[in-house]
């Protein structure tokens, strides 16, 4: 007896599938007709793969009942059933290729006419789905054309004997589990659905079938040369180069070369006897030489970053401006660089890559991680049923997108473990297209690789690496090296990142990284906000793991994304107060596309700027600049010069007049505020002493107020809202700080008041601060004075007995009652922490309370701005001696810490007495770094903020 039908038997068969045509070349336009079947489908969704039988695909089925979805889309975004999120577990049983009973399926039906003109009498007709998740069955006019399998990959049906002028009916019954599910466990959201185009495309007799545009460049000779091989013959014209030729024929000439950073791209027709296709031809050779990744005879440093796809309301189904948006975005941020993790995107988006200049790691839908957790035993690339899967979706890849001049390397897929199946998937690549690369990093020994590939290699190993200390296979040895994953970008983060560009930039052998990873894959939602794993119930998920990108679901950048941007800027200056030294860090062009601007500062307030003369350097070049005479400077303060790299012109991708680059220069230093202790403490009647400006508790010592203004539990403050980074990862043995703090109770610390001596000018405060059950403790003492307007506070910290952690922070905070309007002078616009402050650049800012926050999707320590000088807010004026780290919030850290979104933060309100206020400052001595360990190395040495003996300083004085 069998429970299980036979009719959907190709749901759990680990063949590819049945009845599409072999894979071709795409390209998003020609002259033969096409329509778009994306819109509105009836829908109805089933619980198993066999609940309902396929009289729904026969003509004339009446689903007047059903729901409906838009196409393309995922059903779980719609309203049926609900997304889930796991990062590598598989959330069904693994026992392969079996998935479960409960399977929804989703049947999608579409009635269609032809367009007017459409000759059904002439040639044929192709149904395409351009990417459906994860198993799709086919009727056309009630005929089963086929079922298929690999979700962001292509598929085609021959149709045009089935056709009918008006009246079609497109049925399709997608299943979210199949057998190939197992090979698509990438790290993020399961969202079954046809979430790509649908397109019927005339094929009149004589049209194009595949074609491969082959188009090298010789750096040598500055030529290039094209030949366009065709299954079907035809001409090849390329009117700028005079070129019009045979298919198959190869034709040389003198061209301008494509590049990422010059991406020139010249029209091109190729025409067969019923069928022209616009070409876009760039000409750009791409080989191994000396070890490394040369494109044109030159080596390219990689500055990517890893993309999935993603928009927060219609998951993986993206629209052309969204992924131009991404593109731009990228652009505008130095980004040269794309791995599109963790499969081949949607079309459209090679062919913007290609017209505005990104390199490309194409990389195979393929991913089986959840293995891992069993040894890797029954891995699908070890077992030769599934090679042909495999080497379908290698296939439909290479085929797909090979026409593009943006991909260098293919890449086999990600986190698969090791097998044959990957080396027979590389051979056939290698054998397909000799003019790429060839990357997998789960081939530690490169058998079958072109590159060196790791992920979330600390800046220690990197540097081994460089120096080729790093052993390895022989073959290895001999290769380039990237990293195709690091700096993991979850939350607050992520730190060290100009540590890895120097890195990369120091050995020859490192070809640079992608960033993991480009957007937070959040899910817009009415309760949350934007919702994670976990959020819809999933009995297994990775919570916030899945919000880890460089931009916010909105693609509102992150701080993360402007550090970049500044580590990898194309134009380096360096500076003696007198004279830049400029260089051109890229690979290609010349500095021609910018214009250079220097300006001066007396205070951080810009008094004078101009344009700057720089030659228009070479790739790779450097020279030396005059600064003008500073420019006399009204009273004495801190100066320094600025200095930026602009676009000359609009481009593409951004306006005239957008820094690529910048650096600053101080020329005169900063003196500490001037302060003289001129009055003392006086003990009132009434439980309070006063100090100039201030009043205090007799009895506490606690600071009540600064003339009207207020002030809440100032107090010594260690604690930060632990970040994703300062937690870590579960998985990880290094130690997490963010468990040690917890553990060690720096959330708690308790405040122990050794004496309140107002005596002589000052009034000192001695306590100990120290947490429950812990020995150990900061002896701190406050030491009030006033100059008879403004009040002084140095603080001095003295540990006392064994720590064995570093300090989220130090510094004080306290409460206003209301704050709205910030204005400071030092390290801005954003936030920056020790290891996250390269692209913290010192100026006058202002900001609102609220704008000073950065909205990571799981609160967490956010906001600071680094080496303040002064700040003003909520009726004070602060001056640091040091400089600090400023923050401010309407909120506690305690608060902070414990929401889990967003919407759990709720502004305070100086209301009542006790600790309530409006708005919390920390005024930060110092900060412990940010690191990567939420996947990745920690906080390096020089950045880590150890207990010590400190002692900082700062001025408050009301201000109207
Ligand atoms: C690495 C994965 O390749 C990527 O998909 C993502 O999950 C990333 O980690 C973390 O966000 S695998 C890593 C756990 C070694």
């Known amino acids: 007896m069998s429970f299980r039908t036979s009719a959907t038997d190709y749901v759990e068969d680990v063949s590819p599938g049945s009845g599409a045509l072999p894979p071709r070349a795409r390209y998003p336009h020609s002259d033969a007709e096409s329509l778009s079947l994306n819109g509105s489908w009836r ?41 889930i999120y796991t990062n590598h577990l598989y959330p069904f049983p693994v026992d392969p290729p079996r998935v479960p009973t409960e399977n929804p399926t989703g049947d999608h039906l579409r009635v269609f006419d032809l367009p007017e003109g459409w000759d059904l009498t002439d040639g044929g007709a192709v149904l395409r789905f351009d990417g459906v998740e994860s198993c799709a069955r086919v009727w056309l006019n009630g005929t089963d054309i086929g079922e298929f399998k690999g979700s962001r990959l292509p598929h085609e049906f021959a ?39 649908v397109t019927l495309l005339h094929r009149p007799a004589g049209s194009v079938l595949d074609f491969f545009v082959h188009a090298s460049y010789d750096h040598l000779t500055g030529e290039g040369t094209l030949r366009v091989d065709s299954d079907v013959d035809g001409r090849v014209s390329v009117a700028a180069l005079d070129i019009d030729v045979a298919t198959g024929e190869p034709v040389t000439v003198p061209v301008e070369a494509w590049t990422a950073e010059t991406p020139k791209l010249y029209d091109g ?70 791995r599109t993790s963790h499969y081949p995107p949607h079309p459209d988006f090679l062919d913007l890559c290609d017209e505005y200049g990104l390199w490309v790691i194409d990389e195979c839908d393929l991913e089986t991680h959840g293995f891992t957790e069993q040894a890797w035993r029954d891995n699908p690339v070890d077992d030769d049923r599934w090679t042909p899967a495999l080497l379908d979706r290698a296939a439909r890849m290479v085929e797909r997108d090979k026409n593009h001049p943006s991909v260098v390397i293919w890449s086999l897929g990600n986190e698969a473990g090791t097998g044959r199946g990957l080396t027979e998937m590389a051979e056939w690549i290698h054998g397909r297209d000799s003019g790429r690369l060839v990357h997998y990093e789960g081939d530690i020994d490169c058998r079958d690789t072109d590159v060196y590939s790791r992920m979330y290699a600390d800046h220690a190993e990197v540097e081994r690496i460089g120096r080729g200390l790093d052993g390895g296979t022989h073959k290895r040895r001999r290769l380039p090296f990237i990293q195709c994953e690091y700096a993991h970008a979850m939350g607050n983060g992520p730190g060290g990142l100009a540590d890895y560009q120097r890195v990369f930039e120091s050995y020859e052998r490192i070809q640079g990284g992608f960033i993991w990873e480009w957007i937070d894959h959040g899910i817009k939602d009415d309760r949350y906000g934007y919702a994670y794993g976990g959020d819809f119930g999933e009995e297994l998920h990775d919570g916030n793991f899945v919000c880890d990108g460089l931009v916010f679901p909105d693609r509102r950048p992150s701080p993360g994304l402007v550090e970049y941007k500044k580590v990898i800027e194309p134009v380096r200056f360096e500076g003696d107060g007198t004279a830049v030294r400029v260089t051109n860090k890229q690979d290609f062009a010349d500095l021609s596309a910018l214009a250079f601007e220097w300006s001066y500062q007396v205070g951080g307030e810009t008094v004078e700027s101009g344009r700057l003369a720089v030659p228009a350097l070479a790739a790779g070049e450097s020279a030396e600049v005059k600064l003008p005479e500073p420019p006399v400077a009204t009273g004495s303060g801190e100066t320094q010069w600025t200095v930026r790299a602009v676009l000359a012109a609009d481009t593409g991708w951004g306006p005239q007049g957008h820094v690529v680059a910048w650096g ?77 703090w917890r553990k060690f109770g720096l959330h708690r610390m308790r405040h122990l008041v050794d004496a309140v001596e107002p005596t002589g000018d000052a009034l000192t405060v001695r306590t100990r601060v120290a947490p429950a059950a812990w020995e150990f403790g900061l002896v701190t003492v406050y030491r009030w004075t006033t100059d008879g307007s403004r009040l002084g506070l140095t603080v001095s910290v003295t540990p006392d007995g064994d720590w064995t952690v570093p300090l989220p922070r130090l510094g004080v905070r306290f409460g206003l009652p209301a704050a ?4 400071w002078f030092g390290g801005g616009p954003g936030e920056a922490y020790p290891d996250t402050k390269a692209a913290s650049m010192v100026g006058r800012w202002q900001s609102t309370v609220d704008d000073l926050q950065t909205p990571y999707l799981r609160p967490q320590e956010n906001g600071a701005r680094a080496d303040v000088r002064w700040a003003e807010l909520g009726g004070l004026r602060i001056e640091g001696d040091p400089e600090f780290w400023f923050t401010a919030r309407r909120w506690t850290s305690e608060q902070l810490d414990a929401a889990a979104h967003r919407t759990d933060l709720t502004p305070g309100t100086a209301s009542g007495s006790g600790s309530a206020a409006g708005v919390w400052v920390n005024l930060d001595h110092g900060q412990h770094g940010i690191g990567s360990q939420s996947c990745g190395p920690g906080v390096l040495p020089q950045y880590q903020l150890h207990a010590g003996p400190a002692e900082f300083s700062f001025v408050f004085a009301h201000i109207g």
């Open 43 to 83: 829908f109805r969704l089933s619980p198993t793969a066999d609940a309902e039988d396929d009289a729904f695909a026969e003509p004339g089925f009446d689903a007047g009942g059903w729901a409906e979805v838009s196409v393309p889309g995922h059903w779980v975004l719609q309203g049926h059933g609900a997304p």
């Open 159 to 197: 149709v045009g004997h089935l056709l009918r002028p008006a009246g079609n009916v497109l049925a399709v019954r997608v299943h979210q589990w199949s057998a190939g599910s197992y090979l698509e466990d990438q790290d993020q959201w399961w969202l079954p659905g046809i979430f790509r185009d």
């Open 269 to 338: 027709v190729l025409a067969t006897e019923g069928e022209r296709v616009p070409l876009r031809i760039g000409f750009r050779t791409v080989a191994l030489a000396d070890g490394l990744i040369k494109v044109n005879g030159t080596p390219v440093l990689f500055k990517g970053v890893n993309r999935h796809e993603w928009h927060p309301e219609r998951g993986r189904a993206l629209d052309l401006e969204t992924m131009r948006e991404d593109v731009l975005l990228m652009k505008r941020h130095n980004i040269n660089a794309v």
């Open 664 to 740: 600053q220069f101080p020329v005169s230093g900063r003196q500490s505020p001037s302060f003289a202790a001129s009055a003392g403490p006086v003990v009132s009647g009434d439980g309070l002493i006063t100090l100039g400006p201030a009043a205090f508790d007799a009895r506490s010592g606690a600071l009540r107020s600064i003339g009207p203004v207020a002030v809440t539990g100032l107090r010594l403050d260690v604690w930060r809202a632990t970040t994703d980074n300062d937690d870590g990862a579960a998985w990880q043995s290094d130690i997490r700080y963010g468990t040690l």
């Open 820 to 823: 709205d309007r910030v204005r």
